[in-house]
Every structure is written in structure tokens, then in C-alpha cells.
């Protein structure tokens, strides 16, 4: 049975995914890369040198690692700029009840993120002291799709990973709970979320008893 839910933070509780998309977008149209919607959907979930990497590599460069840093430093200042005006009116519509219907029934929170902004951002959402356990980038060596960031949070739970479902909204992380030995619940297209046992197109679409029937 089910005895945590860890949430992935960008694109699950919050539309942070546009803004690392203007921002990267910002950073290719510099770089003379063309980078569209369609390629963002590559890089939902993949942390900040992943997909840095990616789109160099689209438009066929190579760089030292230190114009990398450069880049990185030049999108994440950017990034912070776009979500700085975040509330908790941007927290996404049925959060706020899921949570404390979990809470009501003793199942944990937890967070796995790949972004080293989600202190900040779940700061912003008013959301940081109802998780149990926040595990992000900064805590992590290896990025979605490796299991390691859902597998710090159900350690840091102390619930074991067979009884947590996880919650994503990007290929990469759907891969990295399954692997994680977690049951996948998909927020998105089901025909892009390959691996998810079950598919919602919101997180207010999904409901306390998807999670006790999975
Ligand atoms: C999340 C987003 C990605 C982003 C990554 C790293 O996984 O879905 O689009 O690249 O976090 O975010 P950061 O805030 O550390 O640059
Ligand atoms: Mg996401």
C-alpha cells in the first residue's frame, strides 16, 4: 500500500517549465540554435548541464567547460529574473487538497527535483513546510533519468520505495521512478509518458483515491 507520494516540482505543482523554456530559448537564439517547444518537451526533467549540453549539441558545438559554466550562469540568472515574481498563486489548482487529504490519510510528502532552484521556488508557492522531505539537484550526483534524487527522498521519508507512488510530468523522470522501483503516476499526455501505470492531463485531475487504488 501506499505509504508516500514524492512529487517532481517543475511542471507538477507549478508552471516553472515555460520559464526554463524562454530562458534556454533566450540563450539559443544568442547562440544562433534554433530551439522550439517541441525540443523543450527533451528536456523536461534534465538537469541544468544536461540540457545545456543538448542544445549545444543540436547546433553542433562544442565548448570548454568553462564557457559552459558561463552559459549556465547567464540562463540561471535569466531563470531567476522570469520566476522571481512566483506566489502561491502560481502553485498549480488542486495542490492545496491533494495535500492535505494525504496528510488527513498518513501518507508522506516528498519532493525529487532536478532543479537547484527548488528551495526557492516551493519557497515562493508557500508550500516548503508541508514536505516531509525535500530532495533536489544539489543533493544529487546523478541526474533523471537515474533513480538517485527519488531514492534519497524515500530514504530521507524512511519509507521503502515499493511503497511510494511518484509524480512527474517529463519522460526522464517517469524512467528514473520506475527504476527507483516506485509506481509512476504520469501528469500530462499519456501518449508522451510512456511508463506511467496512470496518466492525468493535471495535478488537480488526480485525486487521493487514484493514489490508495494504484
Ligand atoms: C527541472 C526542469 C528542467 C530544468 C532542471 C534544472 O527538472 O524540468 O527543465 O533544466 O529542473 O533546473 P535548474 O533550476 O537547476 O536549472
Ligand atoms: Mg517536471
Not at 492535505?100 to 513546510?129: D, H, P, W, Y
Request: with cysteine.
Amino acid at each position: 500500500s501506499c505509504r508516500a507520494v514524492i512529487f517532481d516540482l517543475d511542471g507538477v505543482l507549478t508552471d516553472t517549465a515555460i520559464y526554463h523554456f524562454h530562458a534556454w530559448k533566450a540563450l539559443a537564439d544568442e547562440l544562433g540554435i534554433a530551439f522550439t517547444e517541441h525540443d523543450n518537451e527533451q528536456l523536461k526533467g534534465v538537469d541544468r548541464l544536461g540540457s545545456l549540453r543538448w542544445i549545444l549539441q543540436k547546433g553542433g558545438l562544442t565548448l570548454s567547460e568553462a564557457e559552459e559554466a558561463r552559459l549556465m550562469q547567464q540562463k540561471n540568472a535569466h531563470y531567476l529574473e522570469l520566476i522571481d515574481h512566483m506566489t502561491t498563486a502560481d502553485l498549480y489548482p488542486g495542490v492545496q487538497q491533494l495535500f492535505a487529504e494525504l496528510r488527513q490519510s498518513g501518507i508522506k510528502i516528498g519532493l525529487a527535483s532536478a532543479s537547484k532552484n527548488a528551495a526557492f521556488v516551493v519557497e515562493r508557492l508557500g508550500i516548503a513546510a508541508q514536505f516531509d522531505y525535500i530532495a533536489d539537484a544539489n543533493q544529487v550526483i546523478n541526474s533523471k533519468p537515474d533513480p538517485e534524487v527519488f531514492l534519497l527522498a524515500a530514504n530521507g521519508l524512511g519509507v521503502a520505495p515499493e511503497h511510494c507512488i511518484g509524480v512527474e510530468d517529463a519522460l526522464a523522470g517517469i524512467e528514473a521512478i520506475n527504476r527507483a522501483g516506485m509506481k509512476a503516476i504520469g501528469i500530462g499526455d499519456a501518449r508522451v509518458l510512456n511508463g506511467a501505470l496512470k496518466v492525468y492531463p493535471t495535478v488537480q485531475a488526480l485525486k487521493l483515491n487514484d493514489i490508495t487504488e494504484l
